[in-house]
C-alpha cells in the first residue's frame, strides 16, 4: 500500500516513525521550510518515555508530482489547513485510495468528501500524547488509540486497519467514526484551553481542583453543543472518557499549548468556535466555552501583532 502522510507535526511524525520503524514505506509531504529541511537532513527523532531517542531517515517532498499516486493519505494538518492539503492530494489520490482525516476539529471531513468523495474518505480520532521539541524531533507524551470509520458506510477499511495495527498503533474500527469525533471534540474543547491559558501539563489539569472543575464544566457544554447537533452523547461517560485521557497523557502538553508558546495560530476555531456555532443555532449558549475561545483568540492575535 502506497502511504503519504499529510503534515508532519507532532501527531503526523509520531504515525510515520512507528510506520517507517515497523518496515511500511511511505512519503512525508511537508510544506513547511523549516521542519522540511530537518526531515531531510535528519529524518524523525523520537525520544521515547524513558528518554531513549531513536532517529528514522524519511522521505520528504514539498509536491506529490511525478510520484505514484497514494492508496492511504493520512491526513494531520491543523484544522485551517485541510483545504490546502485536500488541494495538494487533488490528482495524487488512487482511484480507491482512501484519504483519512486524524485532524482535530470538526467540519475536516466533509472538506475532503467534497474533494475527493465521501466514498474515498475516513475519519478518526487519535489520543496519543506527543508534542514536537523542535524541527524533527518529537517527545512522547502518552499512551492513546486510534479509532476511525469509513465517512460513507460500506467502505473497507481493514486494510488499513492492519497496517497501522503492523505499526504497533492501538485500532478501533467503527462503522460510523462521527460519535468518535464528537468524543474527541468535546475532550479537546474542555482540556485544550484549560492547558493552554495556564501554560499546564496534561496531568495538572487532575491534580487542580480549580482547573478540574473547569474542564468537567466544558464538557457539560460541549455535550450540550452534541445535543443540540443530533448526537447522543452522554456528560458522566464523556467525563470519564477525559479523565482517563488525561491520567495516561500525564506528561503531555496540548497541541493547542504548543501553539500557544510558539507563537503559532492555534484549532480553536474548529473546536471551540464550531461548538459555539452550533450550540447557538439551536438558541443555546455555551457562556465557559465563548470565554476560554476569546482568551485564546486574545492571545492569537497578540502572538501576530509581536511578529509584525
Known amino acids: 500500500m502506497k502511504v503519504v502522510v499529510v503534515g508532519c507535526g507532532a501527531l503526523g511524525s509520531l504515525l510515520a516513525f512507528k510506520m517507517i520503524k515497523a518496515g511500511i514505506a511511505l512519503t512525508v509531504l511537508q510544506r513547511d521550510g523549516v521542519q522540511y ?34 492508496e492511504l493519505a493520512i491526513v494531520t494538518v491543523k484544522a485551517y489547513q485541510t483545504e490546502a492539503a485536500a488541494w495538494a492530494l487533488r490528482g495524487h489520490l488512487a482511484e480507491d485510495g482512501v484519504a483519512l482525516t486524524l485532524q482535530n476539529g470538526l467540519g475536516n471531513a466533509e472538506i475532503l468528501a467534497g474533494t475527493f468523495g465521501a466514498e474515498r474518505v475516513a475519519a478518526g480520532t487519535c489520543t496519543y500524547g506527543v508534542h514536537r521539541r523542535g524541527p524533527g524531533e518529537i517527545a512522547w507524551g502518552g499512551d492513546g488509540m ?26 478501533r474500527l467503527e462503522s460510523d467514526p462521527r460519535r468518535a469525533l464528537w468524543e474527541k471534540v468535546i475532550l479537546n474543547a474542555a482540556v485544550n484551553p484549560v492547558s493552554a491559558l495556564p501554560r499546564l501539563k496534561n496531568g495538572i489539569l487532575l491534580e487542580s481542583p480549580v482547573a478540574r472543575a473547569l474542564v468537567f464544566q466544558l464538557v457539560e457544554e460541549g455535550v450540550q453543543a452534541a445535543r443540540s447537533a443530533g ?13 482517563s485521557v488525561l491520567e495516561k497523557t500525564a506528561e503531555n502538553r496540548t497541541s493547542m499549548l504548543q501553539d500557544i508558546e510558539n507563537g503559532r495560530k492555534t484549532e480553536a476555531d474548529a473546536i471551540l468556535g464550531k461548538l459555539v456555532e452550533i450550540a447557538r443555532e439551536k438558541g443555546k449558549e455555551l457562556v465557559r466555552t465563548q470565554t476560554v475561545h476569546a482568551l485564546i483568540k486574545a492571545i492569537e492575535n497578540a502572538s501576530e501583532r509581536v511578529r509584525e
Not at 473497507?156 to 498503533?169: H, M, R
Not at 448526537?231 to 464523556?238: H, L, P, Y
Open 37 to 70: 529541511e530537518a526531515l531531510k537532513a535528519g529524518g524523525i527523532l523520537f525520544v521515547d518515555r524513558e528518554g531513549k531517542k531513536e532517529r528514522v531517515p524519511c522521505e520528504v517532498v514539498k509536491t506529490l508530482d511525478g510520484l505514484e499516486m497514494a
Open 146 to 171: 486510534v479509532r476511525l470509520g469509513p465517512w460513507k458506510a460500506g467502505r473497507d477499511l481493514s486494510p488499513v486497519e492492519a497496517l497501522l495495527k503492523k505499526a504497533g498503533i492501538d485500532v
Open 231 to 243: 448526537e447522543t452523547v452522554e456528560t458522566e461517560s464523556m467525563q470519564g472518557l477525559v479523565r
